[in-house]
């Protein structure tokens, strides 16, 4: 018999809370020989990227004017709100609900960004939550800090990846007409988003360079963006405490939540993935993106906000918990509530 803390978490939607499928474990293909092939094209892009963007870091702090800084820092933290609130928390799992101009600008905000279109994201993201550090996790933990970061994307895919994502219900997505005309006009909407206008635009408003606006307003601000994402998958399933469950690998990290808008309250996330808040508590200074959700919710835009009970949240704290819960945390007196 396979124990739980080999068991795919499962969790995507507030609707798997009580699902308890065991078909697919750690244990049955931990041994598994698949080899690990390099892509060498996305190998040397992110290498080129990398490199530019460092060139990038310092033509910011050398020769960039100062509106070109502010208006990469706004384009930073506004197009994150595509993949926060928007890919991961509304696409990815049905968190909240989002009228259509909210939907729009979420969109936008996503291209900008240039993590994969919605839909690719949001299956990857998918199959994480529901066969999380297992070989059909796209960026398993398991395999070490720097796959989890980067190096899963520079590597073949493990052919579980594969075959569970095609069992990844997708047809939300597939009825939705912005993640629809965002995948179908993806390769003409990244490039203007992501590249051509924010290099334009400080070009023309206020005579930046072209060297500083494409690789401080675009490169670098992409490639940073990217890094903090991918804080996710490596810090935050490897560093910090696990009060809501001690059986998983994700932690809660206050340094990623900082960076990320909020991502980083990863056990909780894991353990309740339905949460729009993706942490307890409502803290606005390390969750931007709850912030975010909350300004449009005041207008309507954003609606049927899901969340979890506080009993509920106990009840899970005392039963697996690693103890370090700063209510109900106490070693001495974990129960084991069914």
Request: aromatic share 16%.
């Amino acid at each position: 018999m396979t124990s739980d803390k080999n068991i795919a978490t499962n969790l995507i939607f507030k609707s798997d809370q009580n699902m308890n499928d065991k078909s697919y474990s750690l244990k049955n293909n931990i041994n598994s020989k698949f080899r690990n092939d390099i892509v060498w094209k996305n190998v040397v892009i992110f290498m080129t990227s990398h490199l530019a963007a460092i060139y990038g870091a310092y033509l910011l702090v050398t020769s960039t004017k100062i509106p070109t800084i502010i208006f990469t820092y706004f384009l930073h933290m506004y197009s994150g709100f595509g993949i926060t609130a928007g890919a991961h928390r509304l696409w990815s799992h049905r968190a909240y609900k989002a009228r259509f101009p909210l939907r729009v600008l979420l969109m936008i905000l996503n291209t900008i960004s240039f993590q994969n279109s919605i839909w690719e994201w949001c299956r990857d993201h998918r199959v994480h939550h529901k066969y999380s550090e297992t070989d059909a996790d796209p960026h398993n933990a398991k395999r070490g800090f720097f796959f989890s970061h980067v190096g899963w994307l520079l590597l073949k895919k493990h052919p579980d990846v594969k075959e569970k994502g095609r069992g990844i219900d997708m047809s939300d997505l597939d009825a939705d007409p912005v993640v629809a005309f965002q995948k179908k006009y993806y390769l003409f909407l990244m490039p203007l988003f992501a590249f051509i206008l924010p290099t334009v635009i400080p070009v023309y408003l206020w005579n930046e360079s072209w060297k500083s606006a494409f690789l401080v307003a675009s490169i670098f601000r992409w490639i940073y963006n990217l890094n903090v994402t991918w804080l996710v998958n490596s810090a935050a399933h490897l560093y910090g405490d696990k009060p809501y469950d001690k059986g998983i690998n994700p932690a809660e990290n206050w340094w990623v939540s900082f960076l990320t808008r909020g991502e980083g309250f990863h056990n909780y996330h894991h353990t309740f993935p339905w949460d729009y808040k993706a942490a307890e508590l409502p803290i606005y200074t390390c969750n931007l993106s709850l912030k975010f959700i909350d300004f449009f919710a005041k207008f309507g835009w954003a609606y049927d906000l899901k969340s979890v009970s506080p009993d509920m949240i106990k009840r899970r704290v005392q039963r697996t918990g690693d103890g370090n819960h700063n209510v109900w945390g106490n070693n001495d007196k974990q129960k084991n509530i069914d």
